[in-house]
T-cell receptor, first 115, second 114 residues
Framework: AQKVTQAQTEISVVEKEDVTLDCVYE???????LFWYKQPPSGELVFLIR??????QNEISGRYSWNFQKSTSSFNFTITASQVVDSAVYFC????????????FGGGTRVLVKP | DVKVTQSSRYLVKRTGEKVFLECVQD?????MFWYRQDPGLGLRLIYF???????EKGDIPEGYSVSREKKERFSLILESASTNQTSMYLC?????????????FGPGTRLTVL
């Protein structure tokens, strides 16, 4: 079985603050993929990033960065200099062979950025 | 750009009604998925399909069925809607069956069963 835990249910920050979203996962697979999605108030999940289990390099895309640490089974996501448009629910997800390649989602973290 | 559309954004039905939720993707994707989203539970997989006329149960299939007669269209059916099926329903599609799949989502249908 595989499991994804997002311990933070809601985070509130003031614009321009940095915010880090935690994601911890469990899997018995050695090969797996991790994902982050953003769900703005409109409802549609927007794909942000996919990372495979063999690539532990951190990734940066604009104000977004991701820290993958296999040793702690974590795939954390940081928004630097947050903006109001970053207000959304963010989901971490895991895909592995043990679960038939299906995506397992965490419970989501709601980020509220106040002006 | 991948485009996944769902027939309704909001739907209100009565207990016992038969409900159809439609999903269409325009990228010739092989795989299609139906999820429901509830607060604190994230997304849970109801059914998925890897090919036309093929379907497989997800984690919570009870009370639902699906139909995939054409590659681009995947329907979710609630045979007799109940109040505990009030939820947000999200459809997704992906190109191939491998682990590298990225699923692309539609805007969701918020269903209320009275």
């Amino acid at each position: 079985a595989q499991k994804v835990t997002q311990a933070q249910t809601e985070i509130s920050v003031v614009e321009k603050e940095d915010v880090t979203l935690d994601c911890v996962y469990e899997t018995r697979d050695t090969t797996y993929y991790l994902f982050w999605y953003k769900q703005p108030p409109s409802g549609e999940l927007v794909f942000l990033i996919r990372r495979n289990s063999f690539d532990e390099q951190n990734e940066i895309s604009g104000r977004y960065s991701w820290n993958f640490q296999k040793s702690t089974s974590s795939f954390n996501f940081t928004i630097t200099a947050s903006q109001v448009v970053d207000s959304a629910v963010y989901f971490c997800a895991l895909s592995g062979r043990a679960a038939g390649n299906k995506l397992t989602f965490g419970g989501g973290t709601r980020v509220l950025v106040k002006p | 750009d991948v485009k996944v559309t769902q027939s309704s954004r909001y739907l209100v039905k009565r207990t016992g009604e038969k409900v159809f939720l439609e999903c269409v993707q325009d990228m010739d994707h092989e795989n299609m998925f139906w999820y429901r989203q509830d607060p604190g539970l994230g997304l849970r997989l109801i059914y998925f399909s890897y090919d036309v006329k093929m379907k497989e149960k997800g984690d919570i299939p009870e009370g639902y069925s699906v139909s995939r007669e054409k590659k681009e269209r995947f329907s979710l059916i609630l045979e007799s809607a109940s109040t505990n099926q009030t939820s947000m329903y999200l459809c997704a599609s992906s190109a191939d069956r491998g682990l590298t799949d990225t699923q692309y989502f539609g805007p969701g249908t918020r269903l209320t069963v009275l």
